[in-house]
């Protein structure tokens, strides 16, 4: 009996099949990898010395994908497959909703024929737009502002829908804030293709002399210095959640929905100042306009998850900023 993790060569699924293996879990791997490649799959083996069965295709294959579950024991499914970059995807929205939706209901179609029942969605906090208030809760309001968001709330319908029809699937939407750090080996973190559009792969950019400056986005929002506050979560803390999902579902009827973060939220520049003492490293910045469509404020109420799943993250955002810069130095 295995866990497939779909995009599991990908920075998110990399990690949470490393602690799939730590918990003893027999794990296959599908991943184009268009956005990494074959040495993450090594590397996970040798972080926990453990083989994974690794296929590289693309779900929209379904064909292909279906080889997958003829020839494993697939029990339940892990799903981070699909393209994420917010900017591009205004810009290509066709490709976003054609690829992001096909791959996920071949991989539901497929699961529906194999009568595998426990899927575990990666969903995001995009689904809650610009929400009024923080904390975010798990019932407020949802709307998109960009296709990529649009995908992922999609998606969630879509599995609401196949619920309702079918209770025999037991799944879990989680809805994660910002995940940065890397893993504390060292050997497997982020490392974005071309110019980096979120912040911690920026900082690291720029602190390694790739980039010559980190823009930060507006310093007259009202928050506690001005600057941007998000929910970092440390990569292996969320990766932790998805043990508790599973294991939710594998205890549990039904549809759950939860954030994942810390809880906490920080600003541009606490992430920056943090980033700079725990490494001994200079982060060169200026400050420019708000980028377009950012909000002020955003971050989770996790006691949902806390108290639902039994799960908490524990890493510090010294943690965080340690292991990111740790991956990078590791990697050049
Ligand atoms: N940000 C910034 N400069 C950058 C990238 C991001 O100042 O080069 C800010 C951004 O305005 C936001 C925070 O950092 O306040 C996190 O941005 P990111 O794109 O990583 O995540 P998201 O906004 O999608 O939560």
């Not at 083996?45 to 295709?57: A, D, G, P």
């Not at 060292?186 to 980096?196: D, K, Q, R, S, T």
């Not at 469509?293 to 949902?304: F, R, V």
């Amino acid at each position: 009996m295995a866990v497939l993790v779909a995009g599991g060569a990908g920075y998110i699924g990399s990690h949470i099949s490393i602690e799939l293996l730590n918990n003893n879990k027999e794990v296959v791997i599908v991943d184009s990898l268009m956005n990494s490649n074959e040495d993450v799959i090594k590397n996970i083996e040798n972080i926990t010395n453990k083989k994974v069965k690794f296929y590289s295709l693309n779900m929209i294959n379904e064909d292909e994908l279906e080889k997958v579950f003829k020839d494993n024991n697939i029990e339940s499914v892990i799903h981070l497959a699909g393209l994420k970059a917010v900017g591009e995807s205004v810009k290509k929205p066709l490709e976003y909703y054609y690829n992001n939706l096909v791959i996920t209901l071949n991989l539901l179609r497929i699961m529906k024929k194999y009568n595998c029942n426990k899927f575990v969605f990666s969903s995001s906090a995009t689904v809650y737009g610009q929400p009024k208030t923080v904390p975010i809760k798990e019932d407020f309001p949802l709307s998109t502002t960009n296709p990529y968001g649009t995908t992922k709330l999609m998606i969630e319908r879509i599995l609401k829908d196949l619920y309702n029809s079918d209770n025999s699937f037991r799944i879990v939407m989680l809805r994660y804030f910002n995940p940065i750090g890397a893993h504390e080996s060292g050997l497997i973190g982020e490392n974005p293709n071309g110019i980096p559009n979120n912040l911690m792969p920026y900082i690291t950019s720029v602190a390694s002399g790739k980039l010559e400056v980190l823009n930060i986005f507006g310093n007259d929002y009202n928050t506690k210095d001005g600057t941007g506050v998000r929910d970092y979560i440390h990569v292996v803390d969320l990766a932790k959640g998805h043990i508790k999902a599973l294991e939710k579902i594998e205890k549990d009827d039904g549809i759950f929905v939860y954030n994942l973060g810390s809880g906490r939220g920080y600003s541009v520049l606490e992430l920056v100042n943090t980033f700079e003492k725990v490494n001994n490293v200079k982060v060169n910045y200026k400050f420019t306009d708000r980028r377009p469509g950012d909000i002020a404020e955003c971050y989770a109420d996790i006691s949902k998850a806390e108290k639902e799943l039994n799960w908490k993250p524990t890493k510090t955002l010294e943690d965080m900023c340690r292991d990111s810069w740790n991956f990078i130095k590791n990697s050049k």
